[in-house]
């Protein structure tokens, strides 16, 4: 919640980015259909008819939540990556998206857990969200795998699969220790990214 949003005289910029963080911790806690509009602008202090004015309807502010939520993503590691891209270092590649996708488990944790729910209702901002997320984060990856391949570096012969493998290792792990907590950390993330990725690059079979 915003306790002091109502003490404070936002820019419309500002108000807007309060509504979007409301929002997300109040579906995410609540659900879809547990948390009103009106609860949302309550929690910014402002009132529904404001709130309107920002997002006209409620698929507006949909978009608006996985707009920021990308964009949050983006910001931590799309140009590290883009940098590894170019050196093709593969370890150093996935080591940093590895990274990424944990810090965004643990700073964005009520908006993984809102995305988790919206798959389970069936809710139109999980839908939203792979339009205009899920699709964009593993074209990359698959464009950079597919890359190595052709360069003859990689032996990846179905790039898709291998992205949601390593995708889904370090998912796996920030979903278990951030919102289901069944796995309590034994090592700093670095540490654990490392060895996803060793497992990824080089397999587990002697």
Not at 45 to 65: D, N, S
Not at 77 to 104: K, M
Request: include cysteine; charge should be negative.
């Amino acid at each position: 919640m915003l306790a002091n949003a109502s003490k404070q005289r936002l820019s419309s910029s500002e108000r807007r980015a309060a509504i979007i963080k409301a929002a997300v911790e109040l579906f995410s806690s609540r659900g879809f259909r547990g948390a009103t509009t009106r609860e949302i602008a309550a929690a910014v202090g402002v009132t529904e008819p404001v709130l309107y004015q920002h997002f006209e309807t409620k698929q507006e502010l949909y978009t608006a939540i996985v707009d920021d939520m990308l964009s949050q993503m983006e910001a931590r590691g799309s140009a590290r990556l883009a940098e590894c891209g170019e050196i093709n270092d593969d370890r150093v590649f996935f080591q940093i998206l590895g990274e990424t996708v944990l810090e965004w488990f643990t700073d964005q944790t009520a908006g993984c857990r809102l995305l988790i729910l919206s798959e389970l209702e069936g809710h139109e901002l999980a839908e939203i969200w792979n339009e205009r997320a899920t699709k964009k984060i593993r074209d990359f990856i698959e464009g950079y795998l597919a890359r190595r391949a052709a360069e003859g570096v990689l032996n990846v012969p179905e790039p898709e699969m291998a992205a949601r493998a390593f995708l889904g290792m370090v998912a796996h792990y920030g979903l278990c220790t951030t919102i289901l907590r069944s796995w309590t950390p034994r090592k700093p993330s670095q540490e654990a990214v490392a060895d996803f990725v060793e497992i990824f690059l080089n397999g587990i079979k002697k």
